[in-house]
Nanobody
Framework: QVQLVESGGGLVQPGGSLKLSCAASGFTFSLYAMSWYRQAPGKERELVAAIASAGASTNFLDSVKGRFTISRDNAKNTVYLQMNSLKPEDTAVYYC???????????WGQGTQVTVSS
């Protein structure tokens, strides 16, 4: 059974940091590109950060460049999103996504809420 379980969300003040984790199981993690998406109320889901299957390349939403870092540990089947200098506009539900390389197969986590507020 495929599972993507996000954790690490919560309430943080502007300028603060959070580290999200996504633990994967039920598929061959190293064959999947991993991404973090977010969706704020009333807005479409958007891609925040992505990392290739071997971790050699990453890309980021322009508004988070220099503040967010994505990494993965293929031995632990886990992908991380380190978020620094958080802003109120980063408030959203953050979702983990796994997409099989050279395939349309993908999986989603259940999401974790990140709220940036004073």
């Amino acid at each position: 059974q495929v599972q993507l379980v996000e954790s690490g969300g919560g309430l943080v003040q502007p300028g603060g940091s959070l580290k999200l984790s996504c633990a994967a199981s039920g598929f061959t993690f190293s064959l999947y590109a991993m991404s973090w998406y977010r969706q704020a109320p009333g807005k479409e889901r958007e891609l925040v950060a992505a990392i290739a299957s071997a971790g050699a390349s990453t890309n980021f939403l322009d508004s988070v460049k220099g503040r967010f870092t994505i990494s993965r540990d293929n031995a632990k089947n886990t992908v991380y999103l380190q978020m620094n200098s958080l802003k109120p506009e980063d408030t959203a539900v953050y979702y983990c996504n796994a997409r099989e390389v050279f395939s349309t197969r993908q999986y989603w986590g259940q999401g974790t809420q990140v709220t940036v507020s004073s």
